[in-house]
């Protein structure tokens, strides 16, 4: 392989879609997508990926039904901690002043060494760019400035948009879509989202 994406970024949409092809109700998805990250995540951890973001979930999400809202941030609590038994950097990033922001997750507003440490993994809660970009930190940094510039942005779903996704880390990413859904993940898919980004032309702007 020319050259490996050294932060990969995940979209992981289609679980309500998902949940309603297979007979489900809506909220039921978010349950089958748990199993994906974790695979996501060991097979990054194979290629020598130094760090992943997950987009869990953003502000808007919350004007969901409130059926959904529960499943899916309980999804994100329970993805934190099936990381949490990885050995991993994790840093959970999002509006931890709103009451979506679930507060089983507090302890990961700041990176933490788990079992040893190792990949950096972000997840996304509760996130929104214009509250990334516009509330400043003590140190007069915008709260991501702990996540690196991403290289590769895959997302799951079909969909060709980025829905907000760390504006000021995405400026150069290269955009990998997925067709299928979320839940129907397969090791393939990140397989082949790496090669293609092996073969492109990536000049920063320059």
Known sequence: MKKCAKHIGIIPDGNRRWAVENGLSK???????LEPGLRVLNKAK?????????YGFTVDNCKRPSEQFYAFKKACVDAVEMITREGADLLVIGDDRSKCFPQELADYRKRKKINGGGIKVNFLVNYGWKWDLSHIRE??????????RIDLIIRWGGMRRLSGFLPLQSVYADFYVENKLWPDYDDNDFIEAITWYSHQDVTLGG
Do not use: L
């Open 139 to 148: 140190d007069g940094k915008p709260y991501s400035d702990d996540i690196s």
């Open 27 to 33: 909220k039921d998805g978010y349950e089958y997508g």
């Open 46 to 54: 194979e290629y020598g990926v130094e760090e992943i973001t997950y």
